[in-house]
T-cell receptor, first 116, second 114 residues
């Protein structure tokens, strides 16, 4: 079974530029998550999708971050314009996502963003 | 809302020595508890989980954890560590049932010294 795929693995941009990250979850997984992991900290949930719908985006900085999940499969996370404090690893994860959600997440390798 | 506290940010331990990584959680409702491991430049991988039943949970790579409801703890243990166990370990909690958010602790870096 193929795992969660993310791209790009690394991205360096200057502040005020834009960047987009892509995620392809495990086939059949209904729930998709984007986490932000700043160096030295635990992953922080940015947005959680259940199929096409957003379940939780309470910690997404909506003035600069946006995310979509097309047809309930792939997802894209965009940052525009980027700030220095956005430097982090952006982790995508997926889970089977049912009412009996046991919370087991499957993570991709992450996309490391450096904002100069 | 639930939360997780990992008091130790770094734990150095000699190879073949035992180790315990501490995790305490806070929640007013039933929860599921997890330990994830992150090797350098990789995503997180599930190590073990507690959903219900026996409070002693065994995971991959010889790790185990014990759920203690009275102390609201879920400490991770291994009787003898290897160099390959050097990684960052994250405790996580989710409220049982429904589409709930998984909350992670700040992580503990385990450094195994040869």
């Amino acid at each position: 079974e193929a795992g969660v795929a993310q791209s790009p693995r690394y991205k360096i941009i200057e502040k005020r530029q834009s960047v987009a990250f892509w995620c392809n979850p495990i086939s059949g997984h209904a729930t998709l998550y984007w986490y932000q992991q700043i160096l030295g900290q635990g992953p922080k949930l940015l947005i959680q999708f259940q199929n096409n719908g957003v379940v939780d985006d309470s910690q997404l900085p909506k003035d600069r971050f946006s995310a979509e999940r097309l047809k309930g499969v792939d997802s894209t996370l965009k940052i525009q314009p980027a700030k220095l404090e956005d430097s982090a690893v952006y982790l995508c994860a997926s889970s089977k996502g049912s009412r009996a959600n046991t919370g087991e997440l499957f993570f991709g390798e992450g996309s490391r963003l450096t904002v100069l | 809302a639930q939360s997780v506290t990992q008091l130790d940010s770094q734990v150095p331990v000699f190879e073949e020595a035992p180790v315990e990584l501490r995790c305490n959680y806070s929640s007013s409702v039933s929860v599921y508890l997890f330990w994830y491991v992150q090797y350098p430049n990789q995503g997180l991988q599930l190590l073990l989980k507690y959903l219900s039943g026996s409070t002693l949970v065994k995971g991959i790579n010889g790790f185990e954890a014990e759920f203690n409801k009275s102390q609201t703890s879920f400490h991770l243990r291994k009787p003898s560590v290897h160099i390959s166990d050097t990684a960052e370990y994250f405790c996580a909690v989710i409220k049982s049932g429904g589409y709930q958010k998984v909350t992670f602790g700040t992580g503990t870096k385990l450094q195994v010294i040869p």
